[in-house]
């Protein structure tokens, strides 16, 4: 196993995919989804969260980074798929779905994959698998896009997201198994060599790289889908090329009148997997839908319904539905109906069968009244219809009818059911499968064929002991051996419809239904609803299960020689509840299985009654259980005193009378039946009955005698019942015939179906009557005169009831009279050829009959003027219009023409679809001829404009001054006998530059760095922005791809630079835009001039010089700042600076001069400050000291002297 982790992208934009993830995500359950284009991956749902969890809104959002990896899934180092480990923010808990399509930049490869699961808050992955072989296929390489969108479960769009993948090479994932490689040829297959295709086949191509099973589906249609077909085969290819052949059945083109060419759209397979390996399409020949072989017959609707009562009693016993089918074959053909209401309560299937010859005919399908009237479902009900060839499997048709607004009250309820009286069982049957001879002699034997509806002919044999009931289905239908044949008995214990635990049981023997164990014992579960398996095989061990078996078996019976099927049942009557002299409620059948089935075929039969499905518990019949001893096995007599066997009854009802008795337990009732119809009861004491003949023919009526012990005994009539009187119509002369002679047969057709016919009695214009024989069918009058006459026949039957008919016509020997007025004589474009003419006769007319080149004619009404000839070919041809009269006189006119129907053959070469101009003059060029009567002239046509005519011989068509959009451009060639063709392209006009503007930076822009961003906004409303060129002082262009709105230069230069764009659209239209900006990237320089550092000031003031200086951008301003105190912000040109008030000490000034790019530069300088007047560096310096020194020198030396001269003593005087 392979696998290599990838890195997150950023958010970008979703292009396509959220309209396709709702409809997946709507169409599955909350289940992990991950079938697009690959299959199902399981996903890992985080502990504590139930996968069927309903959460009533989840929230939560994209989280990035998302990650990627390749999954190497056969070891054979290649990746299968390509992970998308979608990271997730879940704010609310709830069932998520993140759908994501993958694509490259142009959208030529694009996957659609979702993933689902329940999380609860916080963060979370989903892991998006997608099919690595459409990457190998599509040979692109990576990084790939994945947009991505998250769904919470009630649909509500949470988050979009977009991921991009590692730089996968296409080369690094498995192949596609197989590929299709059109084109794809199509013939047609006459496979019963009478001239026309039997199939259309089409030869799928296909490139192999793994040998296997490969299936191709094909969909066949025409451009308005009036004709569609599907077919689908399948074949072993070896690696290489290879094709699949796809046959479809020629009768349903026939049918459809449409000429090809065809559209069949294909999808290819992989067999065992069913993996989807590509889809193509391809065209057909031209073929003509005459070309193709008619299907035998075809529906042709409306159908009609009609209920049909049997019994006479004003309630319908079927709804017949009366199929219309055309047949082209003449064969026996079988329809299958599924009568249903539109909540499908109510469901019946029927089927009918009819020969049918050559033309219009019906095939009558009767659904059984019973069952609507039991659903109590009102119509009008859906009757979906299926065609086929008696014996065949092969579809014709469908059709779906709607019946009238029956109600369900208009139908008669099902028959009552004779209950199953249970016989006593003298020998105890071996429950081994195996119905021996002896064995089951003395049980109660229902023919289970006799029921309407059932198909597997069977039957149920009965019979009890005082503890066990002993019960086998002999199906003598079922002569093939089938692990899924079955059997299987139900029983209302409490026999009062109501289902309910312990009271109802249901076996079942065999292997159909998922019958478990292949023996299986059910009880109603009221908990549930429903049944469920008590024990499979029976347990012994559970309460009053002890003799409890079932076995089924495949050999003769004393029914059949043959091999066939037979099941046997040993039933205690402990656990049914029940015992001697009880009633059980039973149904021949159960929840998993018909009563009996023969899987194979799909026969099955029932009792009491056929359904489709298990009836329901009120629908069960009565089982009786035989008392213990036996009691009264003697069947009582009965006689039919009249009336006599072969009497005719010339009404619809039949009276009887008849003599019973019983030595037992005595007579208990009658059941009386007509023709096996649905019995009426009558009480012991009556002795006669009237019952309604709903039919004239022979009819059979039984009585049967029932004692108190359930034994019977039958006796039957056969009457002829005849109502009707006979059927009789004259069939020449017609009615209303005008004849050219007065000598006139009168011939007639005559029946009676049930007592035959007696005579004739013949006479002409109330003359004398002539007496004809039953078996005489005309009689010729001689001489009659011109003018009307009148011949009027009845006929008697031999039940006494007469029918008569008269018959008027004309005597008449003058001709019509015929005149052909189109077409005339000469040239002809079309192979369906408008014949008109007028004709008359001074007694009418009887038809016109018109014939081609001297084949079989068309008859016509008498009123006919006209009539198109279709499909005439080529070349010259004799057409003939004959009028007859009434009579049977004709006259005829003919013309000569000549028919030219093919259309020439055109192409255009240039330009291609989807070609995009970017001028507005668009040359169109084509070739083309016409083999029989040549090029004519041509039309040129710009979007369904106005036709240019160009003349014969011109190939080429320059469309001038043509707006910017899509167009179409249109060729009609015409040829001499005005016959077309029509060849169009579609192209692209773009004259029209995009728009293009520069959205940063402005114009005279200034960056600090040498890096410069250039950002812009682009479009072009036609052929859209193919890509985009950057270019910065006029250098070499980098191209830059469409969708791209950004571009940096970096390592640009100090200066003033140009940056310029020019947008390309796909038409190679050209936008240049461009914004002059400057860049600085480096500092000013400055240099403190004075004080020079170190220097001592005898001042608090002082100033500050420099210099500075800026190449590029300029100075902007220029910061001092003292001793680290505020910042003094003097203008770009100052470069000194007054300081006053410094006090005596050391001070640091800093000059910092910032450019107009934001860079700056700082210089600082030291200084000391001292003003004392005796300090030597003060403002007087030494000389300061110095006199200080002298003044106190001087005046110590003047106060001495005064000393001195205040001491000294006065001279005397």
Known sequence: ?????????????????????????????????????????????????????????????????????????????????????????????????????????????????????????????????????????????????????????????????????????????????????????????????????????????????????????????????????????????????????????????????????????????????????????????????????????????????????????????????????????????????????????????????AFLPIGPGSVPVSFPGGPINQSGVDGPYTVELQLSEAGSSVVLGMNTTTTQAYSHLAFDGPAPVTPIQSSPAVTTPTIDGMITSGEWNDSTLVNLTAISGNTLPAYLLVKNSPTMLYMAYDAVGDTSLSSNDAAALSFDTGNDAVPSNGHEDQFVQGGFGGNPSDQSHWVYNSSLGFWSVEDAPYNPGLP??????????????????????????????????????????????????????????????????????????????????????????????????????????????????????????????FELSLDGGTPIRLDANVSGYTVSAPSDGNHTVQVTAFDGANNSAAASVTVTVDTTPPVLSIIYPVAGAVLATGTVTVAWAASDATSGLDHFELSLDG?????????????????????????????????????????????????????????????????????????????????????????????????????????????????????????????SDSVVVTVDTTAPTASLTAPTSGQLFGTSSVQLTWTASDATSGIDHFEVRLDGGTPINEPAGTATYTFTGVSDGSHTLALRAFDGAGNTILASVAVTVDTTVPIASLTTPASGHLFGTSS????????????????????????????????????????VSDGTHTLALKAFDRAGNTVLVSVAVSVDATAPTVSIVGPASGAVIPSSASTVTWTAGDATSGIDHVEIRVDGGTAQTLSAGATTYALNGLSDGTHTVNVTVVDKAGHSSSKSVSFRVDTSFVSPSGPYGIVGLTSIIVLVVVALLAVLLIIRRRRRPRAPT
């Open 1 to 353: 196993m392979r696998v290599v982790e990838g890195r997150s992208g950023s958010r970008l934009r979703v292009w396509i995919g959220v309209l396709v993830t709702v409809l997946m995500v709507a169409a599955f359950t909350p289940a992990v989804l991950s079938r697009s284009t690959m299959s199902a991956k399981s996903q890992t749902i985080p502990a504590g969260v139930s996968s069927k969890a309903v959460v009533l809104a989840g929230a939560g959002h994209f989280a990035p980074p998302h990650s990627d990896s390749g999954y190497d899934a056969n070891g054979n180092g290649l990746f299968d798929f390509l992970l998308v480990n979608a990271s997730v923010q879940i704010t609310a808990p709830g069932n998520f779905t993140v759908s994501g399509t993958l694509h490259d930049a142009n959208n030529t490869l694009q996957i659609y994959n979702l993933t689902s699961a329940g999380l609860p808050a916080g963060p979370a992955n989903l892991t998006i698998w997608f099919d690595g072989r459409p990457i190998n296929q599509s040979g692109i390489d990576g990084p790939y896009t994945v947009d991505l969108v998250l769904f919470n479960e009630n649909f509500s769009l949470l988050d979009f997201g977009t991921h991009t993948t590692q730089p996968y090479s296409h080369l690094d994932f498995d192949p596609v198994p197989a590929f299709m490689t059109p084109p794809h040829p199509d013939s047609g297959q006459d496979t019963n060599a009478n001239g026309l295709f039997d199939l259309l086949n089409v030869d799928v191509q296909v490139q192999v790289n793994v040998p296997a099973n490969y299936s191709a589906s094909a969909f066949l249609h025409d451009a308005s889908f009036t004709l569609t077909l599907f077919t689908f085969a399948s074949v072993f290819l070896p690696i290489g090329p290879g094709s699949i052949r796809v046959s479809f059945p020629g009768g349903p083109i026939n049918q459809s009148g449409i000429d090809g060419p065809y559209t069949v759209e294909l999808q290819l397979y992989e067999s065992a997997t069913g993996l989807p390996l590509g889809t193509n399409t391809t065209t057909t020949q031209a073929y003509s839908h005459l070309a193709f072989d008619p299907i035998p017959a075809f529906m042709t609707p409306p159908h009609s319904d009609s209920g049909l009562d049997t019994n006479g009693n004003g309630l319908f016993d079927f709804l017949n539905v009366d199929v219309q089918v055309h047949a082209n074959l003449a064969e026996n053909y079988t329809v299958n109906g599924f009568l249903h209401d539109a909540n499908f309560t109510l469901t019946e299937f029927a089927s009918g069968s």
């Open 544 to 669: 009053n299960h002890t003799g409890l078996a079932s076995a089924w078996g495949y050999g003769s019976s004393p029914a059949l020689g043959a091999n066939h099927r037979m099941y046997e049942f040993a039933i205690p009557l402990a656990l049914l509840g029940s015992g001697p002299n009880q009633t059980l409620g039973f149904f021949g059948g159960a929840q998993q299985s018909p009563g009996v089935v023969d899987t194979p075929t799909f026969r099955y039969s029932l009792w009491p009654i056929f359904a489709g499905g298990p009836i329901p518990l009120g629908s069960y019949g009565d089982l009786i259980v035989a008392g213990a001893g036996g009691g009264d096995t003697t069947p009582p007599t009965i006689a039919i005193n009249s009336p006599a066997s072969g009497a005719i009854i010339p009404v619809n009802s039949i009276t009887l009378n008849w003599s019973a008795s019983d030595t037992g337990t005595g007579l208990d009732h």
């Open 767 to 891: 003359g004398a009557v002539t007496v004809l024989g039953p078996t005489e069918g005309n009689h010729t009058f001689a001489g009659l005169s011109q003018g009307s006459h009148t011949a009027t026949l009845v006929a008697f039957d031999l039940a006494g009831h007469t029918t008569a008919v008269a018959r008027s016509f004309t005597v008449d020997t003058i001709a019509p009279s015929i005149t052909l007025s189109a077409p005339a004589a000469g040239y002809l474009s079309t192979g369906n050829v408008v014949v008109t003419w007028t004709a008359s006769d001074n007694n009418g007319l009887a038809r016109i009959e018109v014939s081609l080149d001297g084949g079989a004619p068309i008859a016509l009404g008498a009123s006919a003027t006209s009539t198109t000839l279709t499909g005439v070919s080529d070349g010259p041809h004799t057409i003939r219009v004959q009028a007859f009269d009434l009579a049977g006189s004709s006259a």
């Open 1012 to 1051: 410069v961003q250039l950002t812009w906004t682009a479009s072009d409303a036609t052929s859209g922005i193919d890509h985009f060129e950057v270019r910065l002082d006029g250098g070499t262009p980098v191209t830059v791809a469409a969708g791209t709105a950004t571009y940096t230069f970096t390592g």
